[in-house]
């Protein structure tokens, strides 16, 4: 594979064929020659994911990106939100709930927080910030129980425009949300997803030719595009041991539409035969265009040649360029209001995942200007409303001439504000290690079809002569070294502007590090410049030592680690030099290096949250089907706090933000988060050998900035759950259970949502030698979302305990959907959440529980028409068979309401009072009996009834299974699976009570 391009022949190649495509097709959208200067003169090397210019090829002619387009109401997490008055406001921690502050980078908590004119102008304790309102201080809001309010994250590194752009695409893409697509990422689901796509542009445009080009004219409806894009295919997470993919794939897809495809690495394209043939057709003509000129004082110049590559594969720019230029000219491109939608559904994801600041990494004049425009509330139509995150940029660099002509002297670093801040300049070195494009010293150790050449494990190596031929490919390096990189990185530093470099391989990693050094980078200044190196995946010492020398960070892409982990370990460069990936502890402690890390998103989702999973876990989850989980390198897994540091106070600090955000200080903005528990203590009880797995699916209850919120989550429209119960035997001669409880979000009988509803506990204890407990039955208690921590005096069931007796409390609590004692009683049993535990009577403890649970979903197969066979487990609280008399286990398409609607935080169940689940988004059901009881309190079910006239199951699309224990038809507890089709069993599922709706 020839990923080495030479400028001069690539943009002289690239300036005939577009300025012939323009000249001959008038009035058509197409880059001028200006434009191609302006746009191309990148050696066409920067195509790596993170550096890729094909989205502007994919920009409508004079688009506009407006906020008339996005949504306008709070309660849709709208991008813009109305310009609503700011309010003097105080948060207390009270009852077990958590402040945060990261306040110089230390692990600091307060009582309170005060908050004015969306800064923080107080903190301490709750009477010290009351005392900013001599005369009136405003109601505190509380923080209680489990819930923990800490500063708002910042991704350091993503690509906002870009990633929208091709997001009007069909994702191809191996995650669902934060998580691997797993055993259902085949070649199979992705042709389905192609051939379902183009089945609908048909629908859409039966009467629209597809041979376009054929009809002599280009398009004539430039916003209805008739071709299909797919978008970030990564073959080496495929399923199967045949990862190639090319025209052959396509085709299975679609015979008359035309398809293209981007490789997530940015470096590869493929297309299948209607493209080809169209092509062909174009080239075949060159006669009809002898005398064309670019302009009246050159000689005619040869019809522009269009390579379809072989087989379908297209390679580099010099290739994928002019063939996606050729469809979008003569086939439409994506209207403006589709890419608006992609841009707000960015920032709506970064909000709900908690986010408030994000630094595109790759920015020019076109989206800079967008971008400012947001983040200030200047956007076209939409000015005064309040954008619901803050930008920062690096602008990109492609040579020394654009440095000098288009960027010093016209931009300035570091002189914007809070709101919108161009803050580095931006290089790409070289590819990405999964692309194979990363500039190494050594080469990969596979092909481009992920085939490994030879093995080395466990320090043996298994290689053939002909093995190591193969071996030529060491990734590329995109400028000319070492006079063009090095004379770009020190024209920058001449000028004062702070770098941020993409290296992933080590040769470009030390490439990079002898540019900073030359260009007279030392660590006296490292607080001024901040100096990055972006990704930064193979790290040696003396890489490190070197860096902490002069003043250099990393920021890790640490899905690198989870998402990749395995392939670079076993196929892609080996076990020597994967334990080299994102060594993030040891920059940290042994170097004592500022690190960060980001999503670069779209290359990995985005989510704080995974992101300190990840790094703290290190577990690889790409791992091949069968094998055990394994850490990558675990000596440089992060501490919880390590972690939140990176996502926070170090990140502000490295997108030269430190004086806003990172932190909860007085004089900083009021961006936060309210985050559902404690990601500092959060412990998977499922998983104790990795406790932190799961992190990414804490509920993010809220985000604010600027003191205003801009997003308000739940932490669990399905589940009833208890937290943080901490009994205090003695307490002020009080005997004091106090606990922190989330109700279900529900539905009632006429389908109106009914919000968090009432709630009953029930304590009982049993006293060592006593024949039955002694119950404690306490009266129905509201349960809304912001108050959710309870203490229940139990004074008068202890003194009933002699002092040499042990004794066992038994907490339980559970929605009560009517206010009858009797009702209520049953509906603690109903549906219950309990913990039991075992203390002296002066002991203290903390515990968690959630008693109903889904333990295992496996979607298998549909048998029969109107049976679906899957594998459900669950476990219920022990000794509560009689709520069997009339429970049920459903299988439900989450992505609707019982109505059939299409929603994003559906609510479920089906009404009150019905004889069997009838709701339009059930797509199996079953009865619950005592025949279904295995051991432990355990029950499983095989086969499911489909409802009348149900839905059938979707290769790829997430469905639930839940419990409905007695008469309210809610989901108490559930559990998610991606189906991968018949045969396929359990794929991708979520622990039940670590679900969030983000």
Known sequence: MNRHLYHRDYFFAMTLALSYLAKRYPGKRLFTEKEITMTHKCKGHFSCACGNPLWKTLIPNGVNIQSSRLSSTKANNQSLTQGEVSRDRIFHATNGGTIQTLAGGKNKTVEAIGIKDGKIIAMGSLDEVKQKWPESAPTATLIQGSQFLQPAFIEPHVHIIPSATFNTGVDLSPFVGQNLRG??????????????????????????????????QPDSKPQSQSWLLGHNIDPSLLQGEDKSFNKNVLDKASTSRPIMVLNTSGHLAYINS?????????????????????????????????????????????QILPVLEFLCTWFGRPSDEQITEQVNKVFTTASERGVTYMLDALLDDFQMTKLKSYATGKLEGFEGKEPIVRIAGAYGVDSLTQLNNSIIGTYQPNHGDENFNLAYLKLISDGSAQGLTAYQYTPYNCDENYNEFGTFHEGKVSVTANDIAKQTNTGLFNYGYPIEFNAIVQKANMSRWPLMIHANGDHAIARTINAYRAAGMNKSIIDQRRDRIEHCSLLTRENMNDMQEIGISPSFTIGHVGYWGWGFQNTIIGEQRANQLDLCRTTLTDYGMRITLHSDYSVTPLGPLRMMEQSITRLMEDVAQGNPQKVLNPAECLT?????????????????????????????????????????????????????????????????????????????????????????????????????????????????????????????????????PILLRDAPIKCPLDQVCYSLDIKSLVDQIPNDKAYTLTLEAGPALNETANAVFVGAYAIAASTTFTLSNKDTTDCNAQSTVVTEFALDEVKEPDHI?????????????????????????????????????????????????????????????????????????????????????????????????????QLCAFKDVVYAGNSQKIVNSTANKDKAFI
């Open 274 to 318: 209607v493209v080809i043939e169209q092509i062909n057709r174009f080239n075949g003509e060159p006669k009809k265009n002898k005398d064309y000129k670019l302009s009246s004082d050159e000689e005619p110049t040869i019809h522009p040649h269009i390579s379809t590559g072989e087989n379908g594969v297209l390679q580099e720019m010099a």
């Open 183 to 216: 055993k259902s990422y085949t070649l199979a689901w992705v042709v389905k997803q192609l051939s379902e796509a183009t089945t609908q542009i048909s629908a859409s445009l039966p009467d629209y030719c597809p041979a376009q080009y054929a009809k002599g």
């Open 640 to 772: 919880p706090f390590q972690a939140l540091k990176a996502m926070t106070y170090d990140a502000a600090w490295q997108c030269h933000a430190d004086k806003w955000v990172g932190s909860l200080e007085v004089g900083k903005c009021a961006d936060f988060v309210i985050l559902a528990e404690s990601p500092l203590t959060y412990q998977n009880a499922d998983n104790l050998a990795n406790p932190a797995q799961g992190m990414r699916n804490i509920p993010v209850l809220e985000t604010w900035k600027g003191g205003k919120q801009v997003h308000s989550g739940s932490p669990n429209f399905a589940s009833s759950r208890l937290s943080n119960v901490r009994y205090h035997a003695d307490h002020d001669d009080k005997k004091v259970l106090t606990f922190n409880y989330l109700a279900p979000y529900i539905k009632d009988s006429t389908g109106s949502l009914r919000g968090h509803i009432n709630a009953a506990f029930q304590v009982s204890l049993q006293v060592e030698g006593a024949s039955s």
């Open 869 to 969: 066979q899957a594998a459900v487990t669950l476990k219920i609280p022990p000794n509560k068979q009689d709520v069997l008399s009339d429970s049920w286990v459903v299988i439900i398409d989450p992505s609707t309401d019982a109505k059939g609607q299409s929603c994003e935080q559906a609510t479920f169940g089906w009404g009150n009072g019905q004889v069997a689940p009838n709701g339009k988004n059930v797509i199996a059901y079953q009865k619950l009996t005592l025949a279904n009881e295995t051991t432990d309190g355990l029950y499983k079910i095989s086969t499911f009834v489909k409802p009348e006239g149900g839905a059938s199951l979707n290769s790829g699309k997430t469905y639930r299974a839940g419990v409905c224990l007695l008469d309210t038809y």
